[in-house]
């Protein structure tokens, strides 16, 4: 007979410490998976209970955690996912990134869910897991390389072909605040300096392989429901226009509203001759294959090769959204094999490009406005659109060489060093460069300015503004009617504390949000999420109570914040410049911020969490998600009575 137990699906939890050399298994994970589901609320919860306040990022003592999503693994389009957690290097607060591609899937075929880590390794080792069993080898001849090198070297070592391996570069190993953790060298888990704090413990990589099942509590239904999932979104007009143009096939629709970061948001919108140089079409020359996520009929990811130019002989996978407005529009380099050769740098570095191209644009606007010379710039002209300056500025970063060691600690802390006013072009949030155009979309600018990591549009942001669906499909999913006017104010705040705990879900289901009702109402939405849960672990959830998951997670991150970090309401406000400096151009010249409306945003969105005005969660509040020991935590710390 078939037994079931909840911890063939969740996963076993893999507790390493590198001081000690000591690995041990345990079935955590299990215990705590229908509070916290998996993934990333799993991993807020380990980091919540395993780390304390004076604790500094990079101290031995933080915890670096790996989580599958609940669900990753499994057959539903876009289960793919795998959280990285940890303490923040800009902020000491929550550091959070998530990360697609297969390792997630291949951690739960080893049969683990979460892989939780402390210490700090004498010399450089990588973690090898394999079928309910790790262990910790060197990887002294690794130290130092980039992270493709990396990967095919641990897959010689182990003599094994199939291997996940999620990896740091140069960036990581040399505390770049920047660093990622990339896996197989081209997907990064991109945010809050994971990779540095991977470097601070001498932790090269994870390796991972396994041939277990992954197993649900009801087979069929969970079959059938996975069935009509793929349905849904396998032949629909959205995941046509994906796998055609990729994530940046909306590239258009963006640089529309206004939502490009152009010469370090100095303006939102980007000239349409440039877009035409940089959108889908002008990348596709450069196309040879595409591809995707295990589990996933959307088809986003692509192989590229450049044949001609000063960047002839480039080639890999490459090339999101975020490369475009990072590179084309945010240092203003519409030139696609640049943008191309930039990514792969940074892959390969092991450099977000959110963090390497906000440092960088900050350099670049201080050196137009003055703040920053020519000598200080290692005799470097930084001006607007000059890609071989920007080639040369990653190696420095990556390796911490002359300026690029300012540049290595983001654009916060780099222009508290500089001065000459020059902090004023530091676009932040929380101290870490921000990606994101906030101005035109009311909704993308109070979820990017709350979202818990500081910055970053997968904590809370709307999509669906700058989308035409009618009022009624949009009022069903997202509990609101004025979702598709950008401009307005009205509804925002709900329809922010709506994404606030969806996405929350996603990242502890892990499932994709380009499988889900963030880019389209019809894809997976709460309703189609509650029942796969349902099915999987056999415990019947409603989509109000797996958003009340999602609540639990964001309050536990929130707290987590304001008793790590000391943040408060005055941490999520937007950089000055969105207030005080309009559009330039395009079809939203002139709009900007309002304050006032923008408070009355921040007080509706508090009002509706069960905060008070200072932006910190009541004990009633924390007591009705079942986080007593939060409510405790932060009276005892003097914050709540
Ligand atoms: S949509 Fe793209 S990133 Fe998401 S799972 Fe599919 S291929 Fe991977």
């Not at 916060?412 to 035109?440: C, P, W």
């Not at 709350?450 to 989308?467: D, F, K, M, N």
Request: net charge neutral; glycine share 10%.
């Amino acid at each position: 007979m078939r037994t079931w137990t909840p911890i063939k699906l969740v996963g076993k939890t893999l507790r390493v410490d590198l001081d000690k050399e000591r690995i041990e298994i345990t079935d955590e994970g299990a215990k705590a998976y229908e509070n916290f589901l998996g993934g990333k609320g799993l991993n807020q919860y380990f980091l919540y209970n395993g780390v304390k306040p004076d604790v500094e990022p990079f101290n031995p003592s933080n915890l670096l955690i790996v989580g599958a999503g609940l669900l990753t693994g499994t057959l539903i389009p876009g289960a793919t996912r795998t959280n990285f957690d940890t303490k923040n290097v800009f902020n000491g607060g929550v550091g959070s990134a998530n990360v697609g591609g297969d390792f997630g899937p291949e951690l739960k075929f080893a049969g683990f869910g979460n892989v939780i880590i402390k210490g700090r390794a004498e010399k450089p080792v990588y973690l090898w897991i394999k079928d309910d069993s790790a262990e910790i080898r060197d990887a002294g001849k690794i130290w130092g390389k980039g992270t493709s090198h990396t990967t095919e070297w641990i897959r010689e070592d182990l003599g094994e072909e199939d291997v996940q391996i999620a990896s740091i570069g140069p960036a990581g190993e040399n505390l770049v605040r920047g660093a990622c953790i990339m896996v197989n060298g081209t997907r990064a888990a991109a945010k809050c300096g994971v990779g540095a704090v991977a470097g601070s413990k001498n932790l090269k990589a994870i390796a991972v392989k396994g041939s277990k099942a992954v197993e649900v509590a009801e087979p069929e239904r969970f079959i059938e429901l996975a069935k009509r999932a793929w349905k849904k979104i396998r032949f629909s007009r959205t995941a046509k226009i994906i796998r055609e143009g990729r994530t940046f096939s909306t590239l258009e629709a963006k640089n529309a509203i206004c939502n490009m970061p152009q010469r370090n948001f100095q303006d939102g919108h980007m000239d349409p001759e440039k877009i035409k140089m940089v959108n889908s079409q002008a990348f596709a020359k450069y196309e040879l294959s595409k591809f995707a996520c295990f589990s996933c009929p959307v088809w986003c990811r692509a192989y590229y090769r450049v044949e001609e130019g000063p960047y002839a002989g480039t080639e890999g996978e490459a090339v999101e959204m975020n490369s475009i407005a990072d590179f084309a529009s945010k240092l203003d380099i519409p030139y696609a094999p640049a943008v191309i050769k930039a990514h792969l740098i940074c892959n390969d570095y092991g450099m977000d490009i959110d963090a390497a191209a906000g440092a960088i644009a900050w350099a670049f606007e201080a050196y137009e406005k003055g703040a920053i010379t020519k000598e200080e710039a290692d005799g470097l002209e930084l001006k607007w659109g000059a890609h071989e300056v920007l080639m040369s500025l990653l190696k420095k970063m990556a390796y911490r060489e002359g300026f690029g060691d300012l540049l290595a600690e983001g654009s916060y802390r780099a222009s508290r060093k500089i001065g000459n006013g020059s902090e004023e072009y530091a676009i932040t949030m929380k101290r870490q460069d921000l990606y994101e155009e906030v101005r035109v979309p009311k909704g993308w600018a109070l979820g990017v300015a709350l979202s818990t990591r500081g910055g970053g549009h997968c904590s809370g942001a709307p999509l669906v503004e700058r989308e035409k669906f009618p009022s009624g499909v949009a009022k069903k999913i997202y509990g609101v009617k004025t979702t598709t006017d950008p401009t307005t104010y009205n509804g925002k705040a709900k329809l922010v504390v709506f994404h606030e705990r969806f996405h929350n879900v996603l990242h502890s289901t892990g499932i994709c949000f380009y499988t889900s009702a963030w880019v389209y109402p019809d894809w997976l939405n709460q309703e189609d999420i509650a029942g796969l849960v349902s099915a999987a672990t056999g415990i019947e959830i409603t989509p109000e109570g797996l958003l009340r998951i999602g609540e639990r997670i964001h309050n536990l991150e929130r707290a987590f914040n304001i008793l790590h970090a000391g943040f408060g309401r005055e941490d999520d406000y937007l950089p000055e410049r969105f207030f005080e400096e309009p559009i330039k151009s395009g079809p939203y010249k002139g709009e900007k911020l309002d304050r006032k409306k923008f408070d009355e945003m921040l007080d509706e969105n508090y009002r509706m969490h069960g905060w008070d005005e200072r932006g910190i969660p009541t004990r009633e509040t924390l007591n009705n998600l079942g986080l007593e020991y939060v409510a405790k935590d932060l009276e005892l710390a003097g914050i709540i009575l």
